[in-house]
């Protein structure tokens, strides 16, 4: 089982929709998660962190399920700009390693 | 924006020629990371470093070398690059294993 899985998409999804992503990871130690947004052709950048209470930031909420060991984020009221690609981040409880998963490709459709 | 800048930029370059890409951070963190991202792959850690000499491999590091002399620089070298390393190479840099990594614009590097 690979360390951080990601539905890769494409997910199309009409503007104003609510969009929700999973990400699930292998190792039940990982403390430290994250969500981070990359454009085509540019770096990642941080969305969000992902506390274990459950966070929200705007139109985004992340979630933490360490029973199922997964995390999740949800768009709500979805714009234009929010297409880009979302890569779920687990900082490795056995090592000092950040893992990405490979992403999940949103478009936003006009 | 976290003080994190690659160099060069952009580079081609011909097989079999040693080639060096640059991150310097100054945020005076920890943690600096070498990644690549290729179509389908995603981000693959290539090698990192917890400290000034300490470095350690990640999941790609065949064909790769690192050094971190000082806190704000940590080089990655091909030692003889070969068409696969054709990539874009990003640095990653992180307070703690525990804190969000901050990334570099990237190195879009030709092997041909």
């Known amino acids: 089982r690979k360390e951080v899985e990601q539905d890769p998409g494409p997910f199309n999804v009409p503007e104003g929709a609510t969009v929700a992503f999973n990400c699930t990871y292998s190792?039940?130690?990982?403390?430290?998660f994250f969500w981070y947004r990359q454009d085509c052709r540019k770096e990642p950048k941080l969305l969000m962190s992902v506390y274990s209470s459950g966070n929200e930031d705007g139109r985004f909420t992340a979630q933490l399920n360490r029973a199922s060991q997964y995390i999740s984020l949800l768009i709500r009221d979805s714009k234009l700009s929010d297409s880009a690609t979302y890569l779920c981040?687990?900082?490795?409880?056995?090592?000092?390693?950040?893992?990405f998963g490979k992403g999940t490709r949103l478009h936003i459709l006009p | 924006d976290a003080g994190i800048t690659q160099s060069p930029r952009h580079k081609v370059t011909e097989t079999g020629t040693p080639v060096t890409l640059r991150c310097h951070q100054t945020e005076n963190h920890r943690y600096m990371y070498w990644y690549r991202q290729d179509p389908g792959h995603g981000l693959r850690l290539i090698h990192y470093s917890y400290g000034v000499k300490d470095t350690d491999k990640g999941e790609v590091s065949d064909g790769y070398s690192v050094s971190r002399s000082k806190t704000e620089d940590f080089l990655l070298t091909l030692e003889s690059a070969t068409s696969s390393q054709t990539s874009v190479y990003f640095c990653a840099i992180s307070e703690s294993t525990s804190r969000a990594a901050f990334f570099g614009q990237g190195t879009r590097l030709t092997v041909v």
């Open positions: 981040v687990v900082n490795s409880a056995r090592d000092d390693k950040i893992i």
């Open positions: 190792n039940s130690a990982s403390q430290s």
